[in-house]
């Protein structure tokens, strides 16, 4: 890996003078000073940056293509560049562009910066109390676990860096870490957050967006699914729908509420864009928007499969599943050309109950929608999940399907409750449970994560030829390089491999042509 060499900028950062200041940043700078940190406000303006950096084109657009791109939700739209074509197509090779993981690793300077310094102030500033610095320290810890995580999932073995770039004396050629001992890093991260983070913020205006308890829950609860610890999860998911602020947004208003507005009631931790400070340029470029001045659709890079999208009414009729589901319509429109559908989720749904009509105004190019990392929803499905695997008894089961009801049932409002019946055990629950978060989190930057889990359990790589083979139209190829676990991970970048002589790369990738002759 190479020197991160990230200066977190004295001139970076604005004080919180009103509800845009916590992410409007000025010029960067290039210096960092010991004598800079001498402030509470200082110190809170270089936090500020942490979160500055996730809503960065980098991290955001790379959550979204690790998250979906190779999984059986998007598919090749009229804008894909030629790094997302080569990754759609299983031929990754280590100079792809999204193999570099550089913008994750500049958040977690930041957050790694702040850590260091930020204990300092509390000897220059009376006002800065040890129990506002763990406040913000928890801030920082969940940020930067929140970054590990999504590395580990990429990549599978990371360099663990837990202290910044600040001076030329320190060797940053990092080895890679274990993603045992990441996971063990980021659970104690997210456990020490959770002793001093807030509840809640009294200003949503002025503070939205930022950690809460309820956000390091969710992460711990997502983390704890990945690594096999079940009831831990289950565990973290009760803790947050123990809390009473926390609803789902009715079905009708799904699209509406929670993705064209943001900071619906059933959301837990969001990124926030604003069209005066920072557009959601990933969202935008990825999955389309409506150019304002024509009118015109745009030609977005991923599009829904036409042939293969079936997330939706492709069960047996008996098993009662998506007979109506107004998350079909709201998701995707279909795509003219015969391409593929057109993905209109982050649109503004409008819904006539009397005709049962819907219409979709999609967003314009003057407008910009958060990027979600957690809802209610994902945590729901979260606990269900977590509880299919533990089925200590036919309780475990029934309590997923009551789970799994939640969701289905408020955007099926004209068809019956799914039936325990028809899923009398661990795996037909295991499968309605991966349907379900399939319909609810469809281009949320999750499926490909929540396949991934799958694979880990079973240890079987060819599992996830079940979802994504059709997508990859019977090319032997493909295939045969999707039944590698190691393919399942991303190269490390080339370029970090040529300055850190530490770093080796990841085992399918070893030779830089791998990916695209075998």
Known sequence: MRRITIYISILLLMGLSSCNDWLDLRPENETVLEDYWQSE????????????????????ERMMVWGE????????????????????????????GYAD????????????????????????????????????????????????FYLVRAFR????????????????????????????????????????????YASEAFTKGRVTVNAINAILADVYLWDQQYENCVAQCDLIMADNSLELVKGNDLVSEVFYKGNSTESIFELQFDKNIQYNNSVKN?????????????????????????????????????????????????????????????????????????SITYRSSSSTPNWILYRLSDVILMKAEALVQLNRSESDLKSALDLVNKTYLRSNTTADSLKLAKYPDKGSMQELVMRERHRELM??????????????????????????????????????????????????????IDINPNLIQNPFYEDAETSSSN
């Open 41 to 60: 406000s200082q110190a809170t303006d270089v936090l500020a940056g942490c979160y500055r950096g996730l809503i960065k084109d980098g991290c955001v």
């Open 69 to 96: 791109l190779r999984s059986d939700n998007v598919d090749e739209g009229n804008s894909m560049n030629e790094d997302m074509k080569k990754i759609l197509s299983i031929n990754i090779t280590p100079t792809n």
């Open 101 to 148: 993981w550089g913008s994750f690793y500049s958040v977690i300077n930041y957050c790694n910066t702040f850590l260091h310094y930020a204990p300092t102030v509390v000897n220059r500033d009376q006002n800065f109390t040890q129990s506002k610095l763990h406040t913000l320290e928890a801030e920082a810890l969940t940020i930067r676990a929140l970054c590990y």
């Open 157 to 200: 073995d990371v360099p663990l860096v837990l202290t910044p770039s600040i001076n030329d004396n320190t060797d940053y050629n990092v080895a890679k870490s274990s993603e045992r001992q990441v996971l063990d890093q980021i659970i104690k991260d997210l456990l020490t957050a959770k002793q001093y983070a807030k509840p809640s």
């Open 286 to 358: 990825l999955y389309g928007f409506i150019d304002s001045e024509d009118g015109k659709w745009s030609y977005p890079a991923f599009l829904a499969p036409a042939g293969n999208y079936t997330p939706f009414g492709y069960q047996p009729a008996t098993l009662n599943e998506s007979a109506d589901d107004i998350r079909e319509i709201t998701s995707v429109l279909y795509s003219a050309n015969g391409k593929g559908y057109s993905i209109v989720k982050y649109g503004l749904m409008n819904y006539t109950e009397i005709n049962n009509s819907f």
């Open 443 to 496: 281009f949320e930057g999750k499926r490909w994560f929540d396949l991934m889990r799958l694979v880990k359990r079973t240890n079987d790589p060819t599992s996830i030829l079940k979802y994504i083979g059709p997508k990859l139209t019977g090319d032997n190829l493909q295939i045969k390089k999707m039944s590698v676990m190691d393919a399942l991970y991303m190269p490390v970048h080339q370029n970090q």
